[in-house]
């Protein structure tokens, strides 16, 4: 089998769908539910309660992400609102979480989101393909929820851990954004050299 047929069945494995009541987009909008509880249990100081439902929130991003893959589930919906779950999810955690003299942190969670986020878009758009994260992306996104884990449990976190932890979380999101600026912007390049040797 050559490589060109590989890649075709690489792809059809990951035929976009226009289905949205698959059960990976169910958990999905369950996490998105899940934002106001988690959210309120811990301003209401039930903070095992917090812990219990970010713990859960967490455990079915994965799950969602192996069935859609495993069952062929993808879908145009799933790859938008899948991240927005678990981005919004850490944005309004560590908002509730962090004092608001660390709001950098959050600035710069969601710029790298949203930049990301349209070039993710843009290069799914394009070229018809999926893109699964990369180790940078995993590493971050690892870090942020072990972050939120520790503050919800740590009651009075000491002021320099926070400092310390909001700095890590900070560059991860910089060194995170960087390679996926790097990455996306190089697909959409080879996208658009590709379409102009199509129309000559």
Not at 141 to 148: C, N, P
Request: net charge neutral.
């Amino acid at each position: 089998m050559s490589e060109k047929e590989q890649q075709q069945i690489r792809h059809d494995q990951y035929t976009d769908t226009d289905r949205i009541f698959t059960l990976p987009n169910m958990l999905s909008m369950l996490r998105l539910l899940m934002i106001p509880f988690i959210v309120w249990l811990a301003e209401a100081q039930e903070y095992w309660w917090a812990f219990g439902m970010l713990l859960l929130s967490g455990a079915t991003d994965v799950i969602d992400g192996w069935i859609a893959r495993t069952f062929h589930l993808i879908s145009n919906f799933g790859k938008a609102i899948d991240p927005i779950a678990d981005k919004l999810t850490q944005i309004a955690v560590m908002l509730c979480l962090l004092d608001m003299k660390y709001w950098w942190v959050v600035g710069v969670l969601v710029f790298k989101e949203v930049t990301i986020g349209i070039l993710t878009l843009t290069a799914i758009r394009r070229t018809r393909s999926v893109y699964s994260a990369g180790w940078y992306g995993k590493l971050c996104t690892v870090v942020i929820y072990l972050s939120m884990f520790i503050l919800i449990l740590w009651k009075e976190p000491a002021p320099l851990f926070v400092l310390i932890d909001s700095i890590v979380i900070a560059a991860l999101v910089v060194l995170s954004f960087v390679k996926y600026f790097i990455y996306f912007t190089g697909i959409l390049r080879e996208a658009r050299k590709h379409d102009t040797r199509d129309a000559t």
